[in-house]
């Protein structure tokens, strides 16, 4: 585990407190204003902020940090944390605002930080992993043979080129555009209920409806419907799709 710290003087006590508590430990002295590259990767940041320079410092390496997205909290150390400046401090970012000499207190929260920073990395992972699932299954959705749409609030957020020219549309022109100006008008009523906002933690359940579409040309067409909810790119969202788009 990577640690950085700007408390010099008190080095040498943080690496044998951090080294009994969490074994591989490499702490290194942070002298410059700015975190260079290679210690991008740091796990924490110790930071003094005793003085006006350690306070300026400070918010130059939030900023640093802030400003490259990287995942290192800090936690300040100072020599006697006065309820001000344990404010300030958590204000401007910090993970905490710790005593000098507080050892047991400041292990307990570079356990809570470095377990809360385990969990953001195991989220970010699955985000992407979910990311790149959702991109899949745009592609496929793209070759389907069937017509497919996803619906969010009433409007189309995706609609592959079987389910545009069904309509009669481009698939750039479905993007975007609100159910209600595809659905006959005496059908609007009826599927109201499915253009409202969704609840992810309700879902509603699968079904086959049949609906009565307005096409391009003014003309109308009577489908199946298979409608279900899914997640799609974090949000509740409607899954239509019409296995037999033929009239």
Not at 88 to 96: H, Q
Not at 140 to 145: A, E, N, T, V
């Amino acid at each position: 585990m990577k640690v950085l710290t700007t408390c010099t003087d008190q080095i040498d006590g943080l690496a044998s407190l951090l080294r009994d508590a969490f074994q591989q430990v490499d702490i290194q002295r942070l002298e410059a204003s700015e975190i260079e590259p290679d210690r991008y990767d740091a796990a924490l940041l110790l930071a003094g902020y005793d003085s006006d320079d350690d306070r300026t410092l400070v918010r130059k390496l939030i900023s640093q940090i802030r400003n490259l997205s990287l995942d290192i909290p800090i936690i300040l150390l100072h020599t006697t944390p006065e309820p001000d400046r344990v404010t300030e401090g958590l204000r401007i970012g910090a993970a905490d605002v710790i005593a000098f000499g507080a050892d047991q207190h400041l292990l307990h929260v570079i356990r809570r930080v470095l377990r809360e920073r385990e969990l953001r990395r195991e989220r970010d992972f699955w985000q992407r992993r979910h990311a790149l699932s959702e991109r899949r299954c745009e592609r496929l959705m793209d070759s389907s043979r069937d017509a497919i749409a996803l619906i969010a609030d009433g409007i189309h957020i995706y609609a592959n080129a079987v389910y545009a020219a069904m309509l009669g549309l481009s698939a750039e022109d479905t993007l975007l555009s609100p159910v209600a100006d595809i659905l006959d008008t005496d059908m609007q009523g009826e599927l109201k209920p499915l253009l409202r906002p969704l609840s992810a933690t309700e879902p509603l359940p699968a079904e086959r409806r049949t609906m009565r579409f307005r096409r391009a040309d003014g003309t109308s067409i009577h489908v199946e419907v298979q409608v279900s909810q899914v997640d799609y790119e974090g949000e509740p969202a409607l899954l239509w799709r019409v296995a037999d788009t033929s009239v």
